[in-house]
């Protein structure tokens, strides 16, 4: 089977005789073993069954999505700027069609990757692409389960990518989570990716956070105010999280807002 894909998470494996037994990211707590045990696919299978849809969000950026679902189903997003245009987070779907039609849009300069849940086929991304790199968090160095020499990793708290588009260091769900923020968002007034590492909840005034989401694990506090610390020195009208949400407006206030409803809930009274 060339280059496995665990059907579950979506994620890529190396070109081996035989795929792994089993999927260590779905093994995680974080993640899930497939109820009907560990099922492999590749590109070639799923391009014929599945196709990406692009949207124009606001000017500046666009989201991807398969449609019907692959692994958990989550979007990437596409960060168009003078220097060259960002791909922020990946989907495991990639295929001719989706491929002129981001060249259509500029192309793709750098991927960005805000933890392991959406690492899907980053490789696949790049190389379609012309071999960008991939920037990856350095605390999630150990989930790189395809390794390639696109993929780049970083250290500290900030990487910035383009003039106004810094990746930003938070943690939480994992130990190199991060988001995008881009400065030019929302007419200027800033724009963070957030992935999960927060998500934007059913009433979009309020955000939360989670260790586990499908294993409704909770982050312990100290976790939730590192994430809110980190973001502190940007500023920002609107958040995309990674399955649809978005909090439109006034979505600094609202992160701090959430953060202190979120702490409130989990303390002992």
Same mark, same amino acid.
């Given at each position: $089977?060339?280059?496995?894909?665990?059907?579950?998470?979506?994620?890529?494996?190396?070109?081996?005789? +035989?795929?792994?037994?089993?999927?260590?990211?779905?093994? #995680?707590?974080?993640?899930?073993?497939?109820?009907?045990? !560990?099922?492999?696919?590749? /590109?070639?299978?799923?391009?014929? *069954?599945?196709?990406?849809?692009?949207?124009?969000?606001?000017?500046? =950026?666009?989201?991807?999505?398969?449609?019907?679902?692959?692994?958990?189903? +989550?979007?990437?997003?596409?960060?168009?700027?003078?220097?060259?245009?960002?791909?922020?987070?990946?989907?495991?779907?990639?295929?001719?069609?989706?491929? !002129?039609?981001? !060249?259509?849009?500029?192309?793709?300069?750098?991927?960005?990757?805000?933890?392991?849940?959406? *690492?899907?086929?980053?490789?696949?991304?790049?190389?379609?692409?012309?071999?960008?790199?991939?920037?990856?968090?350095?605390?999630?160095?150990?989930?790189?389960?395809?390794? #390639?020499?696109?993929?780049? =990793?970083?250290?500290?708290?900030?990487?910035?990518?383009?003039?106004?588009?810094?990746?930003?260091?938070?943690?939480? *769900?994992?130990?190199?989570?991060?988001? /995008?923020?881009?400065? !030019?968002?929302? #007419?200027?007034?800033?724009?963070?990716?957030?992935?999960?590492?927060?998500?934007?909840?059913? #009433?979009?005034?309020?955000?939360?956070?989670?260790?586990?989401?499908?294993?409704?694990?909770?982050?312990?506090?100290?976790?939730?105010?590192?994430?809110?610390?980190?973001?502190?020195?940007?500023?920002?009208?609107? $958040?995309?999280?990674?399955?649809?949400?978005?909090?439109?407006?006034?979505?600094?206030?609202? =992160? +701090?807002?959430?953060?202190?409803?979120?702490?409130?809930?989990?303390?002992?009274?």
């Amino acid at each position: $089977m060339p280059y496995p894909i665990c059907v579950t998470c979506g994620n890529q494996y190396p070109d081996t005789p +035989q795929p792994p037994d089993h999927c260590p990211v779905c093994t #995680d707590e974080r993640q899930y073993i497939n109820p009907d045990g !560990q099922q492999w696919t590749t /590109l070639e299978a799923l391009r014929p *069954h599945h196709s990406n849809i692009i949207e124009a969000l606001e000017p500046g =950026l666009w989201r991807i999505k398969s449609e019907p679902r692959v692994g958990i189903g +989550q979007y990437a997003f596409l960060v168009q700027t003078a220097q060259g245009n960002i791909l922020w987070d990946c989907i495991t779907l990639l295929d001719d069609a989706t491929i !002129q039609a981001i !060249q259509n849009l500029g192309g793709i300069k750098a991927i960005a990757v805000s933890h392991p849940h959406y *690492h899907s086929t980053m490789v696949e991304w790049s190389h379609a692409f012309g071999h960008v790199p991939v920037y990856i968090h350095s605390g999630n160095r150990d989930w790189i389960l395809r390794p #390639d020499p696109a993929i780049q =990793l970083w250290e500290g708290s900030t990487l910035p990518l383009a003039e106004g588009v810094n990746i930003v260091h938070c943690g939480g *769900h994992f130990e190199g989570a991060t988001v /995008l923020h881009w400065q !030019q968002g929302a #007419d200027g007034r800033g724009v963070v990716l957030c992935a999960d590492t927060i998500d934007v909840v059913s #009433d979009s005034r309020y955000m939360s956070f989670m260790y586990s989401y499908p294993n409704l694990i909770p982050l312990p506090a100290s976790k939730v105010r590192a994430i809110v610390s980190a973001l502190q020195p940007y500023a920002f009208e609107r $958040m995309y999280d990674a399955f649809g949400g978005i909090s439109k407006r006034d979505a600094y206030a609202r =992160l +701090q807002r959430s953060a202190d409803r979120y702490i409130r809930a989990i303390s002992e009274p």
